[in-house]
């Protein structure tokens, strides 16, 4: 299964990637949707490619010499396969396949040398209509590009270079003395619009690195760095939908620490967020790729795994007693020993909501503490009878809160 989020490959190759380059230190996934923004959408596609067809036309039909005509017969040319590796980069990010990146950014140079060439060719036959309205186009595609493609500056810095950068050796053979301020002009132009999209990238990187960051608090537990509540919650959901339609079924853990109030009255919470960190690293190593941990308050943690029987869940779970329930060195000359408890609810034969789930492992939880500890329980009908009376008990106690309020 696929989200609906459209994924774009980075470059792979060498003048490609130097191109995209956003600068050193930036994370690979804000780098990913960078190199997104580049492929814009349709309508802003659509604009630069009538702006630039119509220009080149209307020159043309102006003036049908071998020159002019190459120089649509390109635009033309480089347009469609514009168009058709967008099209087909946007149906393959969809479906989270390789993308065609480095071509897609070589049509985006060519596509720029294109305009270029347009403006040299009008300037130096001494045509002041053509070389006027070239050079307007010209001008207001560098607009689009600066603020449409500063996800990667140096693709804006190449691009704007190769399109209005002609404006310079075109007055010079345009044989008009008034021209040549164009020689001081356009190096300003160019340098200061450069600039922008380097600024503008910093600006965004910045924003995103903001955001990644938050997004990182709101959803993982700061002490163990595991999925917090709300991350487990949208975590599960997403896997549950997932193996709705795999078939696959799951087993949601959830683990409580016997003894652990022990250990924080004996050595102060410093010890005990040491011995939680340690619990959590356990739980990671003990779980396969694609399983998904989480810690969601005090001593209790929650694991989601890919197993088809009960006789499988139950197996996982005591192989997490087994690896996290033991004596801890913490440091300083402590060490502490906890256990572990353990209830399962199936996926999808105690239920396929997040929360239900929760509800029904919390009750086999309390089933195989109170058989003993440091034991592994599965939902039974009785704990599923626990368990709704209490969720039942939760829906009034809330109701009463609000009508007396």
């Known amino acids: 299964m696929h989200s609906q989020k459209r994924i774009y490959s980075l470059p792979r190759w060498r003048v490609t990637r130097w191109l995209a380059d956003c600068g050193p230190g930036v994370p690979d996934d804000i780098r990913v949707e960078l190199i997104g923004n580049l492929f814009g959408n349709l309508p802003v596609f659509a604009g630069g490619v009538i702006n630039t067809l119509a220009v080149a036309a209307a020159i043309a039909i102006r003036t049908p010499t071998a020159l002019f005509i190459v120089w649509i017969g390109f635009e033309v040319a480089v347009c469609v396969a514009r168009l058709i590796v967008l099209l087909v980069a946007r149906g393959a990010a969809l479906k989270h396949r390789r993308t065609p990146t480095d071509i897609y950014l070589v049509l985006a140079v060519a596509w720029s040398v294109g305009v270029g060439y347009g403006v040299i060719v009008s300037m130096a036959r001494g045509d002041w209509v053509a070389a006027t309205l070239a050079c307007l186009s010209a001008a207001a595609m560098v607009g689009g590009i600066c603020f449409r493609n500063f996800s990667a500056p140096r693709l804006a810095a190449v691009t704007i270079l190769m399109s209005l950068g002609p404006t310079i050796p075109g007055a010079a053979l345009g ?231």
């Open 175 to 405: 044989g008009q003395p008034l021209l040549y301020i164009v020689l001081l002009q356009v190096p300003v132009y160019l340098g200061a619009m450069t600039a922008a999209a380097f600024t503008l990238n910093r600006m965004l990187i910045a924003t995103m690195r903001a955001e990644r960051d938050n997004n990182q608090r709101a959803r993982h537990d700061v002490l163990t760095g595991l999925l917090n509540r709300r991350g487990l919650i949208e975590a599960v959901d997403a896997a549950l939908t997932a193996a709705a339609l795999d078939g696959k079924p799951l087993a949601l853990l959830f683990l409580d620490l016997d003894d652990f109030k022990g250990v924080n009255d004996a050595f102060g919470h410093a010890v005990g967020d040491r011995l939680l960190k340690s619990v959590a690293g356990r739980l990671e190593c003990e779980l396969c790729e694609g399983d998904i941990a989480a810690r969601i308050g005090g001593d209790e943690f929650v694991a989601l795994v890919a197993v088809p029987t009960h006789e499988q869940a139950i197996a996982k779970g005591q192989a997490l007693i087994s690896a996290i329930a033991c004596t801890y060195p913490l440091g300083e000359g402590v060490s502490a020993a906890v256990g572990l408890s353990v209830g399962i609810a199936m996926v999808p034969e105690h239920g396929t909501d997040p929360e239900g789930l929760l509800v029904i492992a919390d009750a086999a939880l309390y089933e195989a503490k109170s058989s003993g500890k440091s034991r592994c329980c599965m939902a039974s009908p009785m704990s599923n009878l626990a368990a709704l009376r209490r969720l039942q008990a939760g829906i009034v106690g809330s109701a009463a809160g609000t009508l007396a309020a």
